[in-house]
């Protein structure tokens, strides 16, 4: 006697509904900036310059303002690695520490940008034209400034101090995010799947919330990236010319303002903090331009 053929659909892969298409263009972002040697090599700098940032008091050998006028102007050596300063601190331990104060101004000056910036972006590529006009006015304005000026201006309003210098850093770059969200907005704001939500009865922040910023997450994330480098680079600036991390707290820009009047003598005062902020600027250069080669729509196989 012949027997019944077995159920088909116990033959068949089941199909996994959590690996939609997004997952799937997210997974095979993910391999590609694995195979990205100098994302990797970005990402193992940040991993190392992340790890003293948040654990730099158990990494760094001696209390980094505490002096030793005895030891002034230390060649680097076995006991400081990096030398020491004009009041015989240990440079090496305050490079270490001071990696948290320009990784903690950078992510929250970043991150307000990035709140801020991709909503208004949101809101003036799918709100009325009037509302678009209105808001990108206001962030060309913005915008025509030089990034390092506008901060000084915001700080000579504020104040000195290292948090006023998030604030304004932060507002600095609320309008590239802000342009970088409208410009992905307006590319999708007319497809079907936006029409038909709409159609359904989806409200308008449903539709921006579930619809529209998953789909400009992409080049938000790798301005994030971008930006991170720059806001070290803006901290620094701002540091140096006083107007950020006040003494004696370490900071890169700090270090390079008080170690520019000893370079003839102790160019490691001013060496060792500027390589610092340079590998940590490359690093997130390196990552960002993985992540924009992973998420680049053309180059997806």
Not at 13 to 21: N, T, V
Not at 94 to 108: D, E, H, P, T
Request: aromatic content about 10%; hydrophobic content about 50%; some cysteine.
């Amino acid at each position: 006697m012949a027997t019944l053929p077995e159920d088909s659909n116990k033959r068949k892969p089941q199909f996994d509904e959590s690996l939609g298409p997004a997952n799937t263009l997210w997974r095979d972002a993910g391999r590609r900036l694995l195979r990205h040697r100098l994302a990797m090599f970005g990402a193992t700098v940040l991993c190392i310059v992340i790890t003293m940032g948040m654990f730099g008091p158990a990494f760094s050998p001696y209390d980094p303002n505490g002096m030793d006028f005895a030891d002034r102007f230390a060649n680097p050596s076995l006991d400081h690695l990096m030398g020491t300063d004009d009041f015989g601190r240990d440079i090496f331990s305050r490079v270490i520490v001071g990696a948290r104060v320009s990784l903690q101004v950078g992510l929250v000056a970043v991150s307000v940008a990035t709140v801020f910036g991709t909503a208004l972006g949101l809101v003036a590529g799918y709100s009325t034209r009037i509302t678009d006009e209105v808001i990108m006015r206001a962030m060309d304005v913005l915008y025509a400034f030089p990034a390092i000026l506008l901060a000084i201006a915001i700080m000579a309003a504020l104040g000195k101090g290292i948090g006023n210098a998030m604030i304004a850093i932060g507002i600095v770059y609320v309008p590239i995010f802000a342009r970088i969200a409208r410009a992905a907005v307006l590319s999708i704001r007319n497809e079907e799947f936006i029409i038909a939500a709409r159609a359904m009865g989806a409200g308008d922040f449903r539709i921006l919330v579930s619809h529209v910023l998953p789909n400009v997450l992409s080049p938000i994330i790798v301005e994030i990236t971008l930006s991170l480098a720059f806001a070290i680079l803006a901290e620094a600036a701002l540091s140096y010319l006083g107007l950020g991390t006040q003494p004696p707290d370490p900071s890169w820009g700090r270090m390079l303002s008080e170690g520019r009047a000893f370079y003839r003598q102790s160019g490691w005062m001013a060496f060792f903090p500027g390589f610092a902020i340079t590998l940590t600027v490359m690093g997130f250069n390196f990552l960002g331009d993985g992540l924009r080669d992973a998420l680049d729509p053309r180059l997806r196989r």
